[in-house]
T-cell receptor, first 109, second 118 residues
Framework: EDKVVQSPLSLVVHEGDTVTLNCSYE??????LLWYKQEKKAPTFLFML????IEKKSGRLSSILDKKELFSILNITATQTGDSAVYLC?????????FGKGTLLTVNP | GAVVSQHPSRVICKSGTSVKIECRSL??????MFWYRQFPKQSLMLMAT?????????EQGVEKDKFLINHASLTLSTLTVTSAHPEDSSFYIC??????????????FGPGTRLTVL
């Protein structure tokens, strides 16, 4: 059975801090790893990673995948209160995505 | 582009009634749509994969006679929760994969439907 484990489950930081969210996985037929941000409604897409060692960046967010260690991290620098959300990691294998439980990030002013 | 809508956004019903939720891809064609369920403070759990013109594939533990899925066109899939009970109260989210999408796994999510069964 495919498994995706995220850590920490929750995190509280102050504005301006840098955070690192972790995602490890065990899946058969790995195709890609995706990060999503979920506020009150459905998830919004952040990144998709398919190759090891290539960092993807979007503004203050960046992510990298290690296919040897079956691991990915999502970094957020200079956090803002608007970054408060649940961050979901999902791994795609064949036709479907398997989601982790998410990391609840709270950024306090 | 790649917008997915769901209707209704929220529904409250009495125990024993059936509820239909629609999922539409608005600006692309989706051969495959996925239905997820999310309980409070839990992650998204895949319920079933819906392929246009064929029967849905249900995940283990999901009752196909209770959660009826129809995917009659490339832009519409419906999920009907039959004889709903309070334990079916949850957030139901659909997603769609673009027929011409660049990535096999990239899915676009609808805004979700909050179902409350009294």
């Amino acid at each position: 059975e495919d498994k995706v484990v995220q850590s920490p489950l929750s995190l509280v930081v102050h504005e301006g801090d840098t955070v690192t969210l972790n995602c490890s996985y065990e899946v058969t037929n790995f195709r890609s790893l995706l990060w999503y941000k979920q506020e009150k409604k459905a998830p919004t897409f952040l990144f998709m990673l398919t190759s090891s060692g290539i960092e993807k960046k979007s503004g203050r967010l960046s992510s990298i995948l290690d296919k040897k260690e079956l691991f990915s991290i999502l970094n957020i620098t200079a956090t803002q209160t608007g970054d408060s959300a649940v961050y979901l990691c999902a791994v795609g294998s064949n036709y479907k995505l398997t989601f982790g439980k998410g990391t609840l990030l709270t950024v306090n002013p | 582009g790649a917008v997915v809508s769901q209707h209704p956004s929220r529904v409250i019903c009495k125990s024993g009634t059936s509820v239909k939720i629609e999922c539409r891809s608005l600006d692309f064609q989706a051969t495959t749509m996925f239905w997820y369920r999310q309980f409070p403070k839990q992650s998204l759990m895949l319920m079933a994969t819906s392929n246009e013109g064929s029967k849905a594939t249900y995940e283990q533990g999901v009752e196909k006679d209770k959660f009826l899925i129809n995917h009659a066109s490339l832009t519409l899939s419906t999920l009907t929760v039959t004889s709903a009970h309070p334990e079916d109260s949850s957030f139901y989210i659909c997603s769609a994969r673009d027929l011409l999408g660049s990535s096999y796994n990239e899915q676009f999510f609808g805004p979700g439907t909050r179902l409350t069964v009294l």
